[in-house]
């Protein structure tokens, strides 16, 4: 039995295939054209929240890689492996995340998120690092940012597990991100906060502790706000009409009431006049209670 072939509709469809190679090759061509004769002639770096934070900048994405050999401006695209300026990158303490790809026109895009920290620890044994928002330890740096400062007897364990949310806390709420400007923590864990504006020291007692880390979130967060719900009110009401330097001490750790100890220039005696008798002058008390107004708990000075 012979085989016929349609020699007509072979050569067609052959025709045909040829013509679809030939097509997708030209497209591919034009999306992409040959690197191998170009170089990367721009490089565009964006770091998110550089002008908040000021730890990381487009200047020092730059200096990383040259310092690694892979800053690609007048590299030859296919020598740019964005994979590897990723890495690169990552290995850097403050780095979050690190995104690089090329285009054809021969740029190469980079873009940086970071690490965002909410708290610089010094503590008493000359410690010096960050804590990020969650908790995670950030080596010192060279960069200037305005941060609340956590001095006095701190383990690394409590500034990830507690101090990161007290800091957060603060730094959330409009007024008090400007007004507290250092946390100290005393030998037994009590709390003290120190403004910016006065001349006096708050101590706000004892952060709640929970094993779950959601809850501790929590608590720290609540127990904060119901400290400085209290404090605005004696700011208002109470050293408002005292004087902003009339105490050094105030203390907010029982819910009852508040303890403040003068200044000592504020409770240093007065020069007495001329003594009109032998008797000597009674002295004042050397403690006053009086009640704070709108039902504000008991304020009492030293």
Not at 99 to 124: A, F, M
Not at 243 to 248: E, I, R, V
Not at 263 to 282: C, D, F, G, L, R
């Amino acid at each position: 039995m012979k085989l016929h072939i349609n020699w007509k509709k072979t050569i067609i469809a052959c025709i045909d295939i040829l013509l679809a190679v030939y097509l997708g090759m030209a497209m591919t061509s034009f999306n992409r054209p040959d690197e191998t004769v170009k170089v990367c002639t721009n490089v565009n770096i964006v770091v998110a929240d550089e002008n908040t934070n000021g730890f990381l900048s487009a200047q020092e994405i730059k200096r990383i890689l040259q310092r690694k050999g892979l800053y690609p401006v007048k590299m030859h695209m296919t020598d740019i492996n964005p994979r590897t300026i990723e890495e690169t990158l990552m290995t850097s303490s403050f780095v979050k995340t690190a995104e690089c790809y090329k285009t054809q026109d021969g740029h190469v895009n980079i873009s940086i998120t970071q690490r965002l920290p909410v708290l610089r620890i010094k503590n008493d044994t000359g410690s010096d690092y960050y804590v990020d928002e969650k908790g995670g330890i950030m080596p010192n740096s060279k960069y200037v940012s305005d941060l609340i400062i956590a001095t006095g007897n701190i383990t690394e364990s409590f500034a990830c597990g507690y101090l990161t949310h007290l800091a957060t806390s603060i730094m959330n709420d409009e007024l008090w991100k400007n007004q507290i400007v250092q946390i100290n923590v005393l030998p037994d864990q009590g709390v003290e906060l120190v403004p910016r504006v006065g001349d006096h020291v708050v101590f706000i007692g004892y952060l709640p502790h929970e094993s779950d880390m959601a809850k501790r979130k929590t608590a720290v967060n609540d127990f904060l706000m119901a400290k400085l719900t209290r404090l605005e009110k004696f700011y208002r009401y109470g050293l408002s009409q005292a004087g902003w330097n009339k105490y050094h001490y105030i203390s907010l750790e029982f819910d009852n009431q508040i303890i403040c100890k003068k200044n000592v220039k504020e409770i240093a005696p007065k020069p007495a006049p001329a003594p009109v008798s032998e008797q000597p002058a009674t002295p004042e008390p050397a403690q006053t209670a009086t009640q704070e107004p709108s039902g504000q708990p008991q304020t009492t000075t030293e």
